[in-house]
């Protein structure tokens, strides 16, 4: 069974930090790209940073360019998230995603999903 879990969202002052974790299991982790999209209230769910299957391309989203900083372990099957200098505009569900293409442009690019995990950054 593939399974993608998120952990360490929670509520934060603007400024603060927060390191999410998204744990993988059930698929061969490190043929895929790994994303990190997010989804705010009456909004549609974005692109913020994926990462390729050998930590050579990374990319973000230019909101969180300079702020945000993604890696993964392969011999863990773990991608982390280190979000500093938050702002309340970062609160959101926080999904990770794997796939076949290093892309930010489409959630459709992505085969499996997280359940995601709240970020809530207070002003």
């Known amino acids: 069974e593939v399974q993608l879990v998120e952990s360490g969202g929670g509520l934060v002052q603007a400024g603060g930090s927060l390191r999410l974790s998204c744990a993988a299991s059930?698929?061969?982790?490190?043929?895929?790209?790994i994303a990190w999209f997010r989804q705010a209230p009456g909004e549609e769910r974005e692109g913020v940073s994926v990462?390729?299957?050998?930590?050579?391309?990374?990319y973000y989203e230019d909101s969180v360019k300079g702020r945000f900083t993604m890696s993964r372990d392969n011999n863990k099957n773990t991608v982390y998230l280190q979000m500093n200098s938050l702002k309340p505009e970062d609160t959101a569900v926080y999904y990770c995603?794997?796939?076949?293409?290093?892309?930010?442009?489409?959630?459709?690019?992505?085969?499996?999903w997280g359940q995601g995990t709240q970020v809530t950054v207070s002003s």
């Open positions: 059930g698929f061969t982790f490190d043929d895929y790209a």
């Open positions: 995603a794997a796939g076949g293409i290093v892309s930010l442009e489409s959630s459709l690019f992505y085969d499996y």
């Open positions: 990462i390729d299957n050998n930590s050579i391309n990374i």
